[in-house]
T-cell receptor
Framework: ETGVTQSPTHLIKTRGQQVTLRCSSQSGHNTVSWYQQALGQGPQFIFQYYREEENGRGNFPPRFSGLQFPNYSSELNVNALELDDSALYLC?????????????FGPGTRLTVL | AQTVTQSQPEMSVQEAETVTLSCTYDTSESDYYLFWYKQPPSRQMILVIRQEAYKQQNATENRFSVNFQKAAKSFSLKISDSQLGDAAMYFCAYRGGNMLTFGGGTRLMVKP
């Protein structure tokens, strides 16, 4: 157990809908990163939040957006869902931005888009 | 852009034996970190071992060790005395900035 939790565990949506995924970081962790892991592939970086501000973004369109709250919980929002958005979504929290800091991963949310 | 390649989609090892998982990466940076993560069927990614690029000494964590060849941009993971609980997906990851770049993973099976 890493102390990072995500909800819900599974989610089924239809194309065009919007979805919100939630992450609760380890206590005191001010940095959260979100990753998309398609079936059979490695995770891909979506974006990172540090002290409630976006601090870097991967190659994902603007319909992927996020929020980080003062209590270090965070959300990933995806608008206008597409079939290719079906994946495992992982959040990872860490203490600060230093590259050596371990990122602690949650168990993920499995999103299926029909 | 950085890329990470794991050329072995699947590996198998007998319990108590040793196995080595391969990873190569491409970067123009000189200062970065490399990681091996384990993802069991429960899906929760767990850090196995990390290596700082400026350190020549290979990292070791109990039964896990790495062979870091900076010039060759190679970062392999050796698991000694393999146990049934080692069965999982293993991901090699690179961090130069604020993001982790992962390889495609290697599925490790451990035979009793």
């Amino acid at each position: 157990e890493t102390g990072v939790t995500q909800s819900p565990t599974h989610l089924i949506k239809t194309r065009g809908q919007q979805v919100t995924l939630r992450c609760s970081s380890q206590s005191g962790h001010n940095t959260v990163s979100w990753y998309q892991q398609a079936l059979g592939q490695g995770p891909q970086f979506i974006f990172q939040y540090y002290r409630e501000e976006e601090n870097g973004r991967g190659n994902f369109p603007p319909r992927f957006s996020g929020l980080q709250f003062p209590n270090y919980s965070s959300e990933l929002n995806v608008n206008a869902l597409e079939l290719d958005d079906s994946a495992l979504y992982l959040c990872a929290s860490s203490l600060g931005l230093e590259r050596y800091n371990e990122q602690f991963f949650g168990p993920g949310t499995r999103l299926t888009v029909l | 852009a950085q890329t990470v390649t794991q050329s072995q989609p699947e590996m198998s090892v007998q319990e108590a034996e040793t196995v080595t998982l391969s990873c190569t990466y491409d970067t123009s940076e000189s200062d970065y970190y490399l990681f091996w993560y384990k993802q069991p069927p429960s899906r929760q990614m767990i850090l196995v071992i990390r290596q700082e690029a400026y350190k020549q000494q290979n990292a070791t964590e109990n039964r896990f060790s790495v062979n870091f060849q900076k010039a060759a941009k190679s970062f392999s993971l050796k698991i000694s005395d393999s146990q049934l609980g080692d069965a999982a997906m293993y991901f090699c990851a690179y961090r130069g900035g604020n993001m982790l770049t992962f390889g495609g993973g290697t599925r490790l099976m451990v035979k009793p």
